[in-house]
């Protein structure tokens, strides 16, 4: 078992997949500003800002493997995202590097490929640089700075491209992009296997029956996922049609998700 990191281990991925990590018997510093709503087994909590590079170089000894899942989900002003986003992911990953951790799991995005065709998704390189708004543009920052710890300092790095993590998909297009958090364990575990420093960016998400992307990188680094999504397309409502249907953002791309806007109201 590993002793895992979790920045922003009190949100709702972190939520999702930490009461699974605690029943394999995983040791979880979970790391946030706030406190999470229930504390499991071989678990801590740390109370820190992920933009803090010394507080993060403090919380991350000891860990075997940093998990970073902190700062904003969605659309914010560009200041934001550098300021936290941006900001956060050059913290963790410089503090991991004075803690001593090697590996990193990053959550990227799939926006970071949003304007990315649905049609051309299933042979396009996970690492495809197609951002749909300025939160896409964060993720690929931190993507870059990634690879560049990764040949300076000999990291072992995974940029997992979440397409929906959720404890299980409500609408039609999610399943297709649906990624269970049994399956987010599935790469965390495969991230603390890795040997060999390298980057490997790779498209995070379940073994769905209408799966568009591809998985043979995710499982060339040991990601086998087990999951379908279609077990609940008998309850999965029809996803409204939007300007966004033919690509890979979606719901990004229409008319109510502006550009460098505030989405928590959208």
């Not at 919380?59 to 934001?80: K, M, Q, S, T």
């Not at 992009?177 to 379940?206: K, N």
């Not at 029809?238 to 990004?252: H, K, N, Q, S, Y």
């Amino acid at each position: 078992m590993a002793r895992i990191a979790m920045t922003g281990g009190s949100g709702g991925v972190g939520s999702l997949v930490r009461p699974i990590l605690a029943r394999q018997g995983h040791e979880v510093t979970v790391i946030d500003c706030k406190a999470p709503d229930r504390m499991y087994e071989n678990e801590k909590f740390i109370s820190a800002s992920v933009t803090d590079r010394e507080a993060m170089a403090r919380a991350l000894v000891g860990a075997e493997l940093v998990v970073h899942l902190a700062g904003f989900p969605r659309e914010r002003p560009w200041n934001d995202i550098v300021a936290v986003n941006i900001q956060g992911g050059y913290a963790v990953l410089d503090g991991a590097r004075h803690a001593g951790v090697l590996r990193v799991l990053i959550a990227s995005s799939v926006h970071a490929a949003g304007f990315l065709r649905v049609t051309e998704a299933g042979t396009a390189d996970p690492a495809i640089m197609r951002p749909d708004t300025f939160y896409g543009v964060g993720k690929i920052a931190v993507e870059a700075l990634a690879s560049l710890y990764v040949d300076r300092f000999g990291m072992t790095i995974v940029s997992a491209r979440i397409l929906t993590a959720s404890a299980k998909p409500t609408t039609t297009r999610a399943l297709e992009s649906w990624l269970s958090p049994a399956d987010f364990v599935r790469l965390i575990d495969a991230a603390a296997a890795l040997g060999e420093p390298g980057h490997h960016t790779v498209w995070a998400v379940s073994r769905n029956t209408r799966l568009r992307v591809d998985l043979g990188p995710a499982e060339a680094i040991g990601f086998h996922p087990e999951d379908d999504a279609e077990r609940f397309a008998e309850w999965a409502s029809e996803t409204e049609p939007g300007a966004g249907d033919a690509l890979l953002g979606g719901p990004f791309l229409d008319d109510r998700h502006p550009l460098g806007v505030d989405w928590s109201d959208a």
